[in-house]
Structure formats: structure tokens, C-alpha cells
């Protein structure tokens, strides 16, 4: 299978190659160029050099989708563009040859090399799109068959699948290939008449009659022509064309099948037509293997060629698609095109020999003049240009009367009637700077020589002045515009002086007998919406009234008694069309068909029609202001060169030629905009693609750097679209309206839910929001839910433990007072006790010795609970919790406890171990201690002893030996000294242990681990 497929690729390009050589070889010499009679359209070119690097050089069709989106069938895979970004969708055995936008369901279908599909979101939500192969699940006898699919229809419920000799029938309900088609020859392009498919070959035709493909009658004379493709005009005739001519099935006329003749007749079969549109004036354009595109009549006239000379990327066009902005779109082997060839805004340029300025525009005896720095030019009806008048340093051009009045600078007045073919120079004329007056049929001029006002007219071959005003003012040394009012009197605006103002008085003759001027600056000039003075102020006569425009976008009129007013009739409401040339406006005039065009120093072209009901004029939405627009922003255009002829074409004139808008009476162009988020980027890395059923997005915290592209699919021209943004969660309001950027980056967002919006908007004011992109960015890990929940149970268990602590504290407390009560009962209550009886013995006693020794052991036992209270309090006093404290009392009591026994003692007690030390351990540690060396003092005879108290292996050791008389283990008796010892071992879980033999003396050791 994979060495069928190289051979069928290999093939297709040997053909390709092959047949365009041949053509080229053969025809190199037929190959024509004819400029468009009404100048070149727009011509945008995507040439490979421009597509995405994955892209093939060689694309086939061209569709576009309801969102804007155009599909292109490319040797690489299904290409497609939104604006801004090319890209491709991979195809398995990579090339595509047909590409089908389906009505019906809204899918784009593709076909290529044994495989045929649709396009869908991916699911990943890595890339914009994916194919979904449905050639997948045919069964074995359809692969099997499955060949290059070269073109693709559908209707409701099928889908028809042309390859090289048959068709195949694919249902949607249910996602089954049902019939398969077998032709004797290769199958030609399918032909669609009153909404029935039908598949043709040279000796077979097929219609389908709503479930499957059957045979239909051949015995037309269309089939018996044969034809590769064809399309309905919009009066209901059918053109057919074959790769070498063209037919036209006129049923109206009565004669049936026709060839399409003249020229184009006589040059078809050298083009190598490939593919067929008709356009709305029922004109046609074919594209062709070597001459590009050829528009021409159902009369075989070539209205125009468009090649590579005429700024196409190469003469070799394949496909074809009218798409509903006016943009007709062409696949070539070098790029794509689009060609603005059903939008009427034209350009006559260098192409027509019109180069640099053209000042002034005026249609003259079925031509037309155009002035340039180096004289005048006619463009003949018939299309031709020649020479008119090559004189420099001239001005102004315009029709006067039955003349054609050219004035110079340089002391020189031209004319031009309609009986001669060149300029004659009038020898009486003086040297003026001037303007012609629109209205009044006259030739009025102001001299820079004396500042005075000249009315001319013409008389047999000269031309001479009827009445000179007096000088007009000192500083009006130029008038770039002057009109006359309904009353004669004259209105003209000046460089630096404001609106002028002539008030004329003529005889019985019409002859002027006296002319007075002034000048408003208050009551015209100022700009009444912000009080401002305006230097100039354009002003246009309607109807012989005067009408003036200021910098606020208004017009006004002057009432009875100078004073001006706002008028109404363009009290245009905000976002309405015509509010744009309102400023700074520089022309009204209507046309022959009544509309009332208006344009401004912008380059702006309005068109306005009067409702009476409303008593205001309304924008007509023709289109010229906004391709007027596009189409001249980048020129310098001249203000004053708008006109218009007999067929309501306006002319503009510009730094590099001439623009001209033909207002066809029942033009409508699609100016609507299709937006789209085209990607979104992650930290520049990863491209997430939102497709359609976009539900949101989940971004990690640490990796929300995102950027965001947008594009809006609207490619006439040189296309003004601003767009505006919003982060809902972060933008508080809409970003400003901006034609520069198309691409929004946000980073460092806090965790929560967003969505990105963008509007876009044009000339038109319209306004279009785009699919919104909605994203999450996840909290950092210490704010997410289960952190929170990890602290709340933390806090908790810290609440816990605190109260336990606490309660445990209280406890510990209690058991401490319990202890100290305790003790305090157990040691000096006792002695008290004792105290009480001697005391009483004393009493009951009367031999003074043994009174003496009861007042003795008195004393004795006073002392002993003094020191017992005073081990108690020292004890319990946080005042000594601490090691150092503790080994210091322990030394002392030591040292002075050997010394009052006379027992030479070795004392080696700790005293650089640092810490706390808590009252519990405190008062046991040191009644054991005390208990331990108070045995060896008092009941051990011992003349020697050693202390041993430090701290080792995280262990407190406590060892305290002596010499004395020891202690019979055998016969041991503990004491309540020696059982408060292994009790309070016990308390501080301590290992303690005693060692003694008579005569040789007794061993304490305490073990406590800290």
C-alpha cells in the first residue's frame, strides 16, 4: 500500500508538472495581458515565503467557513488562515487535493490520497484541530477501491467523493460508505443543476435522486460538449467550460447551446482553463495554467487579465472561491491570493501610465482630464491615455460652460471645447491664482498680481474679464474654494483669513457692477461646540445654500440675518457613517441619481440619501467610505478632485494616481467581521487551543505567564480593524480601541476563574465580540483547598494540644500542691508533732534535766522543719529552674554538710550543664540527693566520702560512696529515708541501686535520662 501511494504522489506531480510544461512550452507566445478598463482592483498576495514553513508551495481549493476561517487543500496537509496565523492540519498520507465547506452541518471535509475526513477540536487541547479519518472504519471492499479524492459535495444527508474513475456515496446519519460508482473513464468535476449532483465521464452521466447515484439521459447536447465545470449567472443562464472553451446554455434566447466567442474564443485553448466563477454583473472569470486569471463577458470581450505581471505569485492558478466580503480568493503554485475583484473601488496607476500627483479630476466630452505636475492627461473612452497638454505650474481644471478651463499660474488661462482636440491658450487672460465657481457656469478668478476679483467668460476664441472688483483684502494671497449662493453672491475660504464673503451687484445684463468683501471670524469660524478660533473653515453650496463644517463635525448654515445655525438635516447620530466625513469636510454635491456624496480632507467618501419623513439625510451603506478609506490611507490625495460622470463614478485623486468608486445602484457589500481568539500561549512554550467546546482551561499557579492572539477575518484592502480586550476577574473595563496590537499578554494572575473577550470593530462602527477564552489558574499548593484543610486540622491539633498542655499544666499543678501538701504533712507535720509533745513533756516534767532535754530535742526539731519548709520552698520557687542554680546548692549543702561531720569528702558536681529544669524533677532530684548524703553523715560513721552529680550520654548521674560500716544486705531494713529514695527514683522513672558490704562501706547510683 505505502509504494502505491509514493506511485500515485509521484504521479500526481508528474502530471502537474507535465501538463503545465506542455502548456507553458507550447503557449509561451499566446500569453496575454489586458489592463481592467476601469482600473486594477486591491490584490493582496500570500506568496510561500509568507505561509507557515510546514505549508507545500502548491495549493488546489479554497473555502471558507460561517467564523471567518479559510480551509485550503495543500500538498502538506488541509491549510488554514484566521488573519493572522497559517497553519496546517495533519492529514494522514499528508497531501490534500479537495477541501468542502458543508452548509448543511457546518463541517470542513477533506479528501486526499485513500483517505477522507472532517476537522474537529482537539481533544488534547494541544493543537487548534485535528482529522478525524472516517475512511478508518470502511469496510474492506471500499478500501480497497479507495483512490485520490480530487472533489467533495454533499447535500443534507450524503456526502459525494470524486475520485480518478468513480464516485463514492458517504451517509451521515449513519457514518456508513453506502454505494461506490465505477465509471469506464476518468470522472470529470461534478456537475450541480436545480440543486441535483450529477458525476459525468466522457461516456457516462450519473444524477442522484436523493438516495443513491443512477444513470441519467446523455443525450443533451451539454453532455455530448462535455465540460470540466460550470456556474449559474444570476439571470439563470448556465456558462460550461471545458480546460480548452467555454458555452453558454441560453434557453432564453432560443438558441440553446453557444460558444462563447471573441477574443477570449480565440485564445481559450491556449490557457488551460482550471476552475469557473461568475460575478454579479453576470461577467465571468476563469483561472488558467499559464495566463493567471481571465475576467471577460458572456460575449467573449476580455475585460482584464490578472497574472504575475499584474501582481499575482504566479501564472498557474488551480482554484477559485467568491467569498461574501467581495474578495475573491485564487491557489497558485507559489501562494494564495486574494483579489478585490467584486468590490468597486479601482485604481488607475503606474500600470496606466498615471504616475506621481493628480491635483485635479474633471469628466470632459466623454473622457477623462486629470491634471499633474507636468500638465494634462486624458484617459480616452475606449481606455487608451495620451498626452494632453504637457505644461507645468498650473492649478486648477475645470469644466466651464462648454469649455474646459485649465489656469496656470504663470499669466496663463487654457481652454478646451468640445470641437477641438487640444488646449488653446487664451492671450488676454491675466496671471491669477483662482478657482471656478461650481454653480454658476462663470470663471472666477482673484489675481496675485492686485488682490482683485475677476469674473471671465468666453467670447469667440478669447476669454475676457467682464467686471474687476476692488482689491480684496492685503493677506488673501490664495482661495482654495469658492462657490456662489442661490443669491449669485460669492463665498469663499482662504488660507489664513477665514471665510470670505463677496456681496455681488450685477445690471440688466448679468454684468457685475459692483463687488464688496469681508470677512467672518465670530460668527462662521468659530468652532461653536469649544469656543476655539479656526483659522479656515470649508464651506460647499446645496441647493445655492451655503453650508459650512468646522472642526466639531457639524454643519451650518447662515439665517437671514448672518447668524449661524446648526442644520438639522446632518444632525447625525453617534456611530452613523457619515459623522466621520463630517470633519473636516471639504465637498458636497449630489449626483446625477440624486445621492448626495460628501468628502473630507480624511479621504472619506459618504454617500447620503434624503428621508423626507425624517426631514434628514441618512449614510447609505455602499461601502465607498470605508474602501475609499482603506484604499488611501497610505496616499497623499488631492480634496478637491472628487467628481463625479454620468454613471455615478466618483474619482479621487492621489500621490500616485487615480482611485475611482463606481456606485452601482444596488451595491451591497459584506463588511461584517468575524473575530477569533487564535491561540493562547503558556509561558511561550505550550499552545492550548480552545476549539468549540471550550470549558475552561486549568493553569498551574506557577505557570500563568500567558499570552493571548486574536485576528479578525476581514482581508480587503488595506483594512482599518481596531480591537479591544477585557480579562474578565482582572480588567475592571474594556481596554482602549487600538489597530496596532493583536496580541495580550497577562502574567502573575492570582488564582481564581477568568475569561478573556475580544471585540473588534471597523469603519463602520460595527462591532463584533469574539468567542470568549475561559481559563482557571490553580492556587499555589499553600492555598489550595486541601492546604487550607491541612491548616484548619493543624490549628486544631494545636488548639488540642495547647489545651491538653494547659489541662496538663493544671494537672501537673494539683499534683504538685498534692505533693507539697504531702510533703509538708509528711515531713513537717510530723516534726511539729513532735514539737507539740516535748513542748508538753516540758510542761508535765520538774527535774530541770529532763526539762532541758525536752527544750533541746525542741529546738532540734524546730530547726529540722525550718530546714525541711525551707528545701520545700527553694523547691517549688521558679526562680531556680535551672541546672547551674540546682548543682550550686547541691555543692553547698554538700561541702558544708561533710565539714560540720568531719568527714573529708571528694565532690565532683556539674555545673556547666545549661538548661531548664523543671520544679517536678528539682524537688525530687534534690531530696534524693539530700536523703543520700544526710545517710552518710549521720548513720554511716564514715571518715571518708565522694560526691559524684554530672551529666553524661544524656544521662544525669547521681553516685554518692562511703567508708563507713556498710550495711548487711542480707539483713537491710529501709527506713523512710531509704524508701523516699526508691519512691522518688520511681516518680522520675530513674534507675536507682545501693551497694554495701559490712565494714567496707555503702554505694548510691541514680540514673536519669533527660
Keep these: 500500500m505505502a509504494a502505491a501511494r509514493f506511485t500515485k504522489i509521484c504521479g500526481i506531480f508528474f502530471l502537474v508538472v507535465l501538463g503545465c510544461s506542455t502548456a507553458f512550452a507550447q503557449n509561451s507566445n499566446s500569453r496575454t495581458t489586458v489592463l481592467p478598463k476601469d482600473g486594477m482592483p486591491h490584490i493582496k498576495t500570500y506568496p510561500v515565503t509568507e505561509l507557515n514553513q510546514l505549508l507545500h508551495d502548491v495549493s488546489f ?127 470529470l ?3 450541480i443543476t436545480d440543486g441535483v449532483i450529477h458525476a459525468i465521464s466522457r461516456r457516462e452521466l450519473y444524477a442522484f435522486d436523493g438516495s443513491r447515484f443512477n444513470e441519467a439521459d446523455t443525450s443533451s447536447e451539454v453532455f455530448e460538449r462535455g465540460f470540466t465545470m460550470n456556474t449559474v449567472l444570476s439571470d439563470g443562464r448556465t456558462v460550461y467550460c471545458r480546460h480548452d472553451r467555454c458555452f453558454i446554455d441560453d434557453d432564453n434566447s432560443g438558441n440553446g447551446i453557444i460558444d462563447i466567442e471573441g477574443q477570449f474564443g480565440e485564445l481559450a485553448e491556449d490557457f488551460s482553463l482550471t476552475s469557473l466563477v461568475s460575478l454579479p454583473d453576470n461577467t465571468l472569470v476563469v483561472s488558467t495554467i499559464t495566463n493567471g486569471l481571465i475576467h471577460f463577458t458572456t460575449d467573449g ?203 455681488i451687484s450685477r445690471d440688466e445684463n448679468g454684468i457685475i457692477v459692483d463687488a464688496e468683501s469681508s470677512f467672518f471670524y465670530d460668527e462662521v469660524v468659530r468652532d461653536v461646540a469649544t469656543g476655539t478660533e479656526q483659522n479656515s473653515s470649508s464651506i460647499s453650496v446645496l441647493d ?54 460628501a468628502g473630507n480632507s480624511d479621504f472619506r467618501l459618504t454617500a447620503m440619501d434624503y428621508n423626507s419623513e425624517s426631514n434628514r439625510f441618512e449614510a447609505r451603506n455602499t461601502g465607498a467610505e470605508f474602501y475609499s478609506r482603506n484604499r488611501i490611507t497610505s496616499l497623499e490625495a488631492s480634496p478637491y478632485s472628487f467628481i463625479q460622470d454620468g454613471i455615478d463614478r466618483v474619482f479621487v485623486g492621489t500621490n500616485d494616481g487615480l482611485m475611482v468608486w463606481t456606485d452601482y445602484p444596488d451595491n451591497s457589500i459584506n463588511t461584517s467581521l468575524k473575530s477569533r481568539i487564535s491561540r493562547v500561549l503558556l509561558n511561550n512554550e505550550e499552545v492550548l487551543s480552545y476549539g468549540y467546546n471550550n470549558n475552561g482551561f486549568t493553569i498551574p499557579y506557577d505557570r500563568n505567564e500567558l499570552r493571548f492572539d486574536y485576528a479578525t477575518m476581514f482581508f480587503s484592502g488595506n483594512t482599518r480593524i481596531n480591537h479591544r480586550v477585557k480579562l474578565e476577574g482582572y480588567d475592571q473595563d474594556w481596554s482602549s480601541w487600538s489597530g496596532e496590537a493583536d496580541s495580550k499578554f497577562y502574567t502573575s494572575l492570582r488564582e481564581g476563574n477568568y475569561r478573556f473577550l475580544v471585540q473588534s470593530t471597523n469603519d463602520f462602527n460595527e462591532i463584533y465580540e469574539a468567542k470568549a477564552f475561559a481559563f482557571r489558574v490553580l492556587p499555589p499548593w499553600y492555598r489550595a483547598w486541601w492546604a487550607y484543610m491541612l491548616y484548619a486540622i493543624t490549628i486544631s491539633g494545636f488548639l488540642y494540644a495547647s489545651y491538653r498542655y494547659r489541662l496538663n499544666q493544671l494537672l501537673k499543678e494539683h499534683t504538685i500542691r498534692n505533693r507539697i501538701a504531702s510533703d509538708l504533712h509528711d515531713e513537717v507535720s510530723a516534726t511539729l508533732s513532735s514539737i507539740s509533745y516535748f513542748a508538753q513533756a516540758v510542761e508535765l516534767r520538774n527535774d530541770e534535766t529532763e526539762r532541758k532535754r525536752f527544750i533541746n530535742l525542741i529546738s532540734e526539731s524546730a530547726g529540722d522543719a525550718k530546714e525541711k519548709i525551707s528545701d520545700i520552698v527553694w523547691a517549688i520557687n521558679p526562680e531556680h529552674d535551672d541546672w547551674k542554680t540546682f548543682f550550686s546548692r547541691c555543692r553547698r549543702f554538700a561541702i558544708d554538710l561533710f565539714e560540720s561531720r568531719q568527714i573529708e569528702a571528694t565532690i565532683d558536681i556539674q555545673s556547666s550543664l545549661r538548661g531548664k529544669l523543671d520544679m517536678y524533677r528539682r524537688q525530687h532530684l534534690w531530696m534524693i540527693f539530700k536523703e543520700m548524703l544526710i545517710n552518710v553523715a549521720r548513720h554511716s560513721q564514715a571518715t571518708k566520702a565522694t560526691v559524684l552529680f554530672t551529666y553524661e550520654n544524656e544521662h544525669i548521674r547521681l553516685r554518692v560512696s562511703d567508708n563507713g560500716k556498710g550495711i548487711d544486705e542480707k539483713t537491710i531494713t529501709f527506713g523512710n529515708g531509704l524508701n523516699n529514695i526508691k519512691k522518688r527514683a520511681a516518680e522520675l522513672k530513674a534507675k536507682v541501686s545501693i551497694e554495701s558490704k559490712v565494714g567496707e562501706g555503702t554505694t548510691w547510683d541514680l540514673r536519669l535520662k533527660l
Excluded at 460561517?66 to 487543500?73: K, M, P, R, T, V
Excluded at 500538498?75 to 499528508?94: C, H, M, R, T
Excluded at 445655525?565 to 466621520?580: I, M, P
Excluded at 473636516?584 to 454635491?589: E, G
Design 544 to 597: 445655492g445654500e451655503v453650508l459650512f463644517s468646522t472642526n466639531d463635525s457639524k454643519i451650518r448654515t447662515l439665517d437671514e440675518n448672518f447668524e449661524l445655525t446648526e442644520d438639522e438635516r446632518f444632525n447625525f447620530v453617534e456611530g452613523e457613517e457619515a459623522l466621520y466625513i463630517l470633519y473636516n469636510l471639504n465637498y458636497i454635491q449630489r449626483s446625477p441619481n440624486g445621492r448626495l456624496w
Design 61 to 187: 481549493n479554497i473555502v471558507k467557513r460561517s467564523d471567518g476561517l479559510y480551509f485550503f487543500s495543500n500538498l502538506a496537509g488541509l491549510g488554514y488562515f484566521d488573519g493572522k496565523v497559517w497553519d496546517i492540519v495533519q492529514v494522514p498520507n499528508v497531501s490534500v487535493f479537495s477541501v468542502h465547506y458543508s452548509e448543511f452541518d457546518g463541517n470542513v471535509y477533506a479528501g486526499g490520497d485513500f483517505v477522507f475526513g472532517y476537522i474537529a477540536p482537539d481533544q488534547s487541547g494541544r493543537y487548534e484541530f485535528e482529522f478525524i479519518d472516517l475512511t478508518e472504519s470502511a469496510p474492506d471492499e471500499i478500501l480497497s477501491q479507495l483512490d485520490a479524492i480530487w472533489e467533495i459535495k454533499d447535500c443534507e444527508k450524503f456526502i459525494y467523493l470524486r475520485m480518478d474513475t468513480a464516485v463514492l456515496v458517504y451517509e451521515k446519519e449513519t457514518a456508513e460508505f453506502t454505494q461506490i460508482v465505477n465509471f469506464e473513464s476518468r470522472v
Design 301 to 503: 470581450e476580455i475585460l482584464a487579465t490578472y497574472n504575475r505581471n499584474l501582481g499575482l505569485p504566479d501564472n498557474t492558478v488551480y482554484g477559485l472561491y467568491k467569498d461574501d466580503s467581495g474578495l475573491l480568493w485564487g491557489t497558485s503554485e507559489k501562494g494564495i491570493f486574494a483579489i478585490d475583484l467584486l468590490i468597486p473601488m479601482r485604481k488607475f496607476g503606474p500600470l496606466y501610465g498615471i504616475e506621481g500627483f493628480v491635483s485635479e479630476v474633471t469628466y470632459f466630452d466623454g473622457a477623462l482630464y486629470f491634471l499633474q505636475v507636468d500638465g494634462v492627461r486624458r484617459k480616452n473612452a475606449d481606455g487608451t491615455l495620451d498626452y494632453v497638454l504637457p505644461v507645468a505650474n498650473c492649478a486648477f481644471l475645470r469644466k466651464i460652460d462648454s469649455q474646459l478651463m485649465l489656469i496656470c499660474y504663470e499669466e496663463d488661462i487654457w481652454s478646451l471645447d468640445s470641437s477641438e482636440s487640444q488646449f488653446q491658450r487664451q492671450p488676454y487672460a491675466k496671471g491669477v491664482n483662482a478657482v471656478f465657481d461650481r454653480n454658476s457656469g462663470r470663471m472666477l478668478t482673484v489675481s496675485i498680481r492686485d488682490g482683485m476679483l475677476y469674473e471671465y467668460e468666453a467670447n469667440d476664441d478669447s476669454i475676457y474679464a467682464l467686471k474687476q472688483s476692488q482689491p480684496l483684502n492685503a493677506g488673501v494671497s490664495f482661495i482654495p474654494e469658492l462657490e456662489t449662493d442661490k443669491n449669485g453672491n460669492i463665498w469663499f475660504s482662504t488660507a489664513t483669513s477665514g471665510i470670505g464673503f463677496i456681496e
Design 189 to 191: 468535476p461534478f456537475w
